[in-house]
């Protein structure tokens, strides 16, 4: 990925290789001023040539796909993954502080701030939320680091308004020559979860949509008269009396509604208020769109498409993965106390729980350790417990225990909840 830059006067200018970024901060003519994503500031005056730059997002509950590109050269590409475990730690809160209310311990008042008849307008669960405000984030992190953006979301995997009303129109529609076609089916396809709705299979099958009432007997092209068949099943001799989508049709069932995840639709409203001037795609464009350049099915991939790239365009070698960390534990008390710790759960200090500074060392603080990278997950005595951006642990060669000594460590830098990783990739070209 290049190197983002920014002027003097904190405007941002078009990115720079990694080759050019070392020999401006060697010549100490650029200084770091952020490291997720990587971004250097020149100390000089610049000219400020400037390129238009298309930003695709593939928004998702639990990864981000990112490209950029500019005139069809691709700038960096690769994928945020965002924290899923706060429902549950939640869950655990509510668990542990409702056995605190049933046994003899400290009187705890009665809070009524958080009960659902307080609640404001526009609010939401804190695990939603918190993915919403982070995307948003990411989506204003890389609009301000770049030029001349122009911004282009995938909002979902198609245009349920389009369904309805199929003479809609607006600027957030971008049709293609097949839009009409691919939104129907993949509609179908999402609804009934890419199964067989006759033989309940869906593992190596060629999926059809078939019309439950047939067009010459009135039937219509409406998702309610469209269920998804196997080519196994969706065949002549099956349709004969007796056979098994003969007797699928003739004891049918009501046909499932679609319901799309409470967070993409409480995250594609937020979009369309944040972003006015937003180029809104759906997935039914995307997917067809992808597989006409021949591209694999990961997020980076759906992003380029997202981002408007042609057949013939100039791809990179390698992509960034950023990931969330949770780096403070708020937790009051925990069900069983850690192992090896002495003293009883109950009398435990808060701030004894969760070590954040030791021999010099940051919790999260990026390393390198036995010639890998990885970030400090955690402290022990005498060392420390790291991770790869997978979540495996970084282990002495020939060792089965976690811990690291603090002589193995090579400081890199320093990072607050987010850790960022190159990783090489095969290219396009």
């Not at 998702?60 to 993954?81: D, L, P, R």
């Not at 039937?219 to 969706?234: A, F, M, Q, Y």
């Amino acid at each position: 990925m290049l190197v983002l830059v920014i002027n003097m006067h904190g405007e941002s200018l078009m990115p720079c290789k990694q080759s050019k970024a070392r020999k401006l901060l060697r010549d100490k003519q650029a200084k770091i001023v952020k490291y997720n994503p990587f971004t250097i500031q020149l100390l000089y005056g610049s000219s400020g040539y400037k390129q238009d730059v298309n930003v695709g997002i593939d928004l998702g509950a639990k990864y981000i796909g990112v490209a950029i590109q500019s005139q069809n050269k691709v700038i960096g590409k690769g994928e945020i993954q965002l924290r899923d475990d706060v429902k549950s730690n939640l869950e655990t809160r509510k668990t542990y502080r409702k056995g605190r209310r049933n046994r003899k311990t400290r009187y705890r008042k009665a809070r009524f701030l958080n009960r659902t008849s307080t609640k404001k307008e526009g609010w939401l669960p804190p695990s939603i939320k918190s993915r919403i405000d982070n995307t948003f984030f990411w989506i204003d992190t890389f609009c301000r680091l770049l030029p001349n953006v122009k911004l282009n979301i995938e909002v979902g995997k198609f245009d349920v308004q389009k369904m309805i009303n199929p003479n809609i129109r607006g600027m957030e529609y971008q049709q293609g020559e097949t839009y009409g076609y691919y939104d129907v089916r993949y509609y179908v396809f999402s609804r009934d979860n890419y199964t067989c709705q006759v033989c309940k299979k869906s593992k190596d099958k060629i999926l059809h949509t078939h019309h439950i009432i047939y067009k010459s007997k009135g039937g219509s092209d409406k998702p309610s008269n469209l269920i998804t068949v196997c080519t196994e099943c969706h065949s002549s001799e099956n349709h004969k009396e007796g056979k098994i989508l003969y007797e699928w049709m003739k004891n049918k069932k009501k046909t499932p509604q679609y319901k799309e995840a409470p967070f993409m639709n409480s995250l594609r409203r937020r979009i369309f208020s944040k972003y006015p001037e937003v180029n809104i795609v759906y997935g039914s464009w995307t997917t067809p769109k992808r597989k006409e350049l021949g591209l694999d099915k990961e997020h980076y991939n759906d992003a380029l498409v997202i981002s408007r790239v042609e057949a013939d365009f100039k791809d990179v070698a390698v992509l960034f993965k950023i990931k969330q960390f949770r780096k403070k534990k708020r937790s009051l008390h925990e069900a069983i106390p850690r192992k090896g710790r002495k003293e009883p759960n109950r009398q435990a200090k808060r701030n004894e729980k969760n070590t954040k500074y030791s021999n010099g060392f940051y919790l999260n603080d990026k390393v390198s350790v036995f010639n890998q990278i990885g970030w400090i997950s955690g402290f022990c005595n005498g060392g420390v417990y790291i991770k790869d951006i997978n979540d495996n642990y970084i282990t002495i060669p020939d060792k089965s225990y976690k811990q690291v000594g603090y002589k193995n460590l090579e400081f890199i830098n320093h990072n607050n909840n987010w850790q960022s990783s190159i990783v090489c990739v095969s290219s396009h070209d």
